[in-house]
């Protein structure tokens, strides 16, 4: 990758410093490649990082290295880190290389929090299927342009979601027959942040799957201001990749007939993926989630105790 012909933004930045730390720790890299790469990622990281947030151990392992860099430029711009001394080098690869061992406990963090996601989703999901005999289950994926990333911060996403999850629970417009939800954010190297999004509807209130995603799609659009971008998971072309498959596991699902269950299920599962750890988030908010569903116990839904007892819960 090289580093001096991105335009960054505050996603691929913190991918690209994460990537950096490692190849530090785990991989060869030349004095002259060190010093080169890290002179453009401090640079701009003195642009995007807020004290606010919080990051993962590999940048907090850079921000240590920034404060040491800032004691060696003392007032100096960044591109006099290209004529630091072996010295000081050392100090700074000493510094990076802590992460060595804190990379495996925190890769380990993200697998038992994603299973730990994953048995939740699937309780909640089994829980609705049992309980209905039909349902609709429609699928997004939202995120934004790829020319708007540069103005898209964690920040602005949380602020997003909060406008999302706040019409999804009021369940007007789009989101009239909504009987579940459940969503996770990602972070990726091209997409940048990213939400998929799960909608379970009433069937007998709501049909047009296709329609739905797109007017959820549309809606996200206007709440970004038109920085978003979406994809239908439901349309007829979409599915129809998957129905050859046998595999099929968004729009109309029967939920007494086994092979609509487990594809529904298995569809669903992408949104906690243990295996995904590239797509984990860098940087967050305090007390920011990246993942929830709605909730299955509610005064509106009728039988509840009924369903928990069938499912043993």
């Known amino acids: 990758m090289n580093l001096t012909t991105i335009i960054w933004n505050e996603s691929n930045l913190c991918i690209a410093i994460e990537d950096f730390v490692y190849s530090v720790c785990f991989e060869q890299m030349s004095e002259k490649q060190f010093k080169q790469s890290l002179?453009?990622?401090?640079?701009?990281?003195?642009?995007?990082?807020?004290?606010?947030?919080?990051?993962?151990v590999s940048i907090q392992y850079f921000i240590q290295c920034k404060y040491w860099i800032d004691h060696f430029l003392n007032g100096q711009s960044a591109s006099?880190?290209?004529?630091?001394?072996?010295?000081?080098?050392?100090?700074?690869?000493?510094?990076?290389?802590?992460?060595?061992?804190?990379?495996?406990?925190?890769?380990?963090?993200?697998?038992?929090q994603e299973q730990q996601n994953r048995n939740?989703?699937?309780?909640?999901?089994t829980k609705l299927i049992t309980h209905y005999s039909e349902l609709l289950f429609v699928r997004v994926d939202l995120g934004y342009l790829k020319e708007?990333?540069?103005n898209i911060g964690i920040q602005d996403v949380q602020q997003h979601m909060k406008i999302l999850?706040?019409?999804?629970?009021?369940?007007?417009?789009?989101?009239?027959?909504?009987?579940?939800?459940?969503?996770?954010?990602?972070?990726g190297t091209e997409k940048g942040y990213h939400c998929h999004l799960l909608l379970i509807y009433d069937p007998s209130k709501?049909?047009?799957?296709?329609?739905?995603?797109?007017?959820?799609?549309?809606?996200?659009?206007?709440?970004?201001?038109?920085?978003?971008?979406?994809f239908n998971c439901n349309t007829t072309d979409h599915k129809q990749q998957f129905k050859e498959l046998n595999?099929?596991?968004?729009?109309?699902?029967?939920?007494?007939?086994?092979?609509?269950?487990?594809?529904?299920?298995?569809?669903a599962m992408y949104l906690v993926n243990p295996e995904k750890y590239a797509q984990h988030l860098r940087a967050m908010l305090p007390r920011m989630r990246s993942f929830g569903t709605g909730q299955f116990e509610v005064n509106w839904r009728r039988g509840v105790a009924q369903t928990l007892q069938q499912c043993g819960f």
């Open 39 to 56: 002179s453009t990622l401090y640079e701009a990281f003195q642009y995007f990082y807020s004290a606010q947030l919080h990051y993962t």
């Open 80 to 112: 006099q880190i290209l004529n630091f001394n072996i010295q000081q080098v050392q100090t700074l690869c000493c510094v990076l290389s802590q992460y060595q061992n804190d990379y495996w406990n925190e890769h380990a963090r993200f697998i038992q």
């Open 120 to 125: 939740s989703l699937y309780q909640y999901l």
């Open 148 to 150: 708007q990333q540069v």
């Open 165 to 187: 999850r706040n019409r999804i629970a009021n369940q007007d417009g789009c989101f009239m027959g909504l009987r579940g939800y459940a969503w996770a954010l990602e972070q």
């Open 206 to 230: 709501r049909m047009s799957d296709w329609y739905l995603a797109d007017q959820v799609g549309k809606l996200w659009q206007s709440i970004t201001g038109n920085l978003g971008w979406y």
């Open 247 to 267: 595999r099929l596991g968004v729009g109309h699902i029967q939920c007494n007939v086994e092979l609509d269950v487990s594809n529904a299920l298995n569809a």
